[in-house]
């Protein structure tokens, strides 16, 4: 049974910063590329970054690019999310994700920018 379980969400104030984990299980982790997606109140839910399965090549939204971080640890199953200069835009709920076919999704974490 696949498991996707998103941590390190938080309340943090513009120009901090945060460092998201995704612990995964039921699947060959190091076989797939994974992804963080966000949705912010009222919007769709958006394309964060990307890494390869083997952590060798990553993407980025624009809006991210420079600031956010994604990497892997394929040996503890887990993808993390450094976010640095934390804008309010910022704010939304964080998802882990990977596809094989199928999308398989996380609960989320709850990202707060503000003052």
């Known amino acids: 049974q696949v498991q996707l379980v998103e941590s390190g969400g938080g309340l943090v104030q513009p120009g901090g910063s945060l460092r998201l984990s995704c612990a995964a299980s039921g699947f060959i982790f190091s076989s797939y590329a994974m992804s963080w997606y966000r949705q912010a109140p009222g919007k769709e839910r958006e394309l964060v970054a990307r890494?390869?399965?083997?952590?060798?090549?990553?993407n980025y939204a624009d809006s991210v690019k420079g600031r956010f971080t994604i990497s892997r640890n394929n040996a503890k199953n887990t993808v993390y999310l450094q976010m640095n200069r934390l804008k309010p835009e910022d704010t939304a709920v964080y998802y882990c994700n990977y596809r094989d076919g199928d999308d398989y999704w996380g609960r989320g974490t709850q990202v707060t920018v503000s003052s």
């Open positions: 890494i390869s399965s083997g952590g060798g090549r990553t």
